[in-house]
């Protein structure tokens, strides 16, 4: 119970943020605070991956700087996983989610705890609603049949763009409720066919 309010006092301190921090800078916040996203994993994670992950990386923007306007705080790489070079934000909200800006330069949105297909669907939908043409290479069991990966790619010249899904394939798995990366990188590979 209280892990539940101190979650719940970070989310209203990253709501509410300092004092005159609106419009203040590129770091500003969001005008309406998300608190849907206190209670529902599947909007916590939408925003993170619709507002952080796909336009950090598909529209070359600085993830910290789209990370703190959505209200994300800081957090110790460990937190979520991540090595010391890597970045971590987190959302507000009692299921821990997290945006991860990896120092190879992909980011991923972690949910930790979450009704798994209602994750899967709401990442395809916005994946999919991007306009830069994604469309599925695959979908499958890896990791031993532990988890379901999909993966979507398109193509900007030479560069492919890739985001993938991962939720557990059972409940018993013991993993995220949803991972979702998203990277650039150049040429063809066994995820994304040449065109």
């Known amino acids: 119970m209280l892990r539940h309010i101190c979650v719940a006092a970070a989310f209203c301190a990253t709501v509410s943020g300092p004092a005159g921090a609106q419009g203040s800078g590129p770091a500003a916040s969001r005008d309406s605070p998300p608190f849907g996203a206190l209670i529902d994993s ?14 950090g990386i598909l529209n ?6 789209l990370a703190l306007y959505e209200r994300l705080v800081a957090m110790p790489s460990r937190a979520a996983g991540a090595g010391a070079d890597d970045k971590v934000w987190r959302l507000g909200s009692l299921s821990p989610v997290y945006a ?12 930790d705890r979450g009704p798994s297909e209602k ?8 994946i999919l609603a991007r306009p ?4 599925m290479t695959q979908t499958g069991l890896v990791d031993a049949g532990r988890v379901e990966r999909t993966v979507y790619c398109a193509w900007n010249g030479e560069e492919r763009l890739v985001a993938t899904i991962t939720t557990p394939a059972n409940a018993k798995a ?10 650039r990188a150049r040429g063809p590979s066994s995820l994304c066919p040449a065109r």
């Open 42 to 55: 599947v909007e916590a994670g939408e925003i993170v991956l619709r507002d952080v992950c796909l336009p």
């Open 60 to 65: 070359r923007r600085p993830i910290e700087e």
């Open 100 to 111: 991860v800006a990896w120092a190879d330069g992909s980011c991923s949105t972690y949910v």
């Open 119 to 126: 994750l899967r669907a709401m990442a395809a939908a916005t």
């Open 132 to 135: 830069e043409g994604f469309a």
């Open 174 to 183: 013991r993993t995220r409720a949803l991972s979702s990366t998203v990277y």
